[in-house]
């Protein structure tokens, strides 16, 4: 059993290093504060971002949870 949890555990956070990876960064710098909202609408799908931006919060529940049960299970 700890060693499942150990393996999940894994997959889990080289998956949510893949996702937060391939997420388009939203603001560079100060040009990012002033504007950058109004300059990320016009790339890509109009979805896609809210979407993976989605993906990333439960992936990051996820390793949460898992990294919990490791330490809790596995002495």
């Known amino acids: ?22 997420q388009a960064t939203k603001s560079e710098g100060l040009s ?19 979407k993976l931006s989605e993906i990333t919060k439960w992936a990051a529940v996820f390793f949460i949870v898992t990294s919990a049960l490791v330490a809790y299970l596995v002495k």
Not at 4 to 18: E, N, R
Not at 36 to 41: F, H, L, R
Request: glycine share 14%; no cysteine.
């Open 1 to 22: 059993m700890s060693t499942f949890l150990i393996v999940l555990q894994i997959v889990s956070a080289l998956a949510l290093i893949g996702i937060v990876m391939s």
């Open 32 to 50: 990012g504060t002033i504007g950058g909202k109004a300059e990320s609408a016009f790339q890509g799908k109009p979805g896609f971002e809210e």
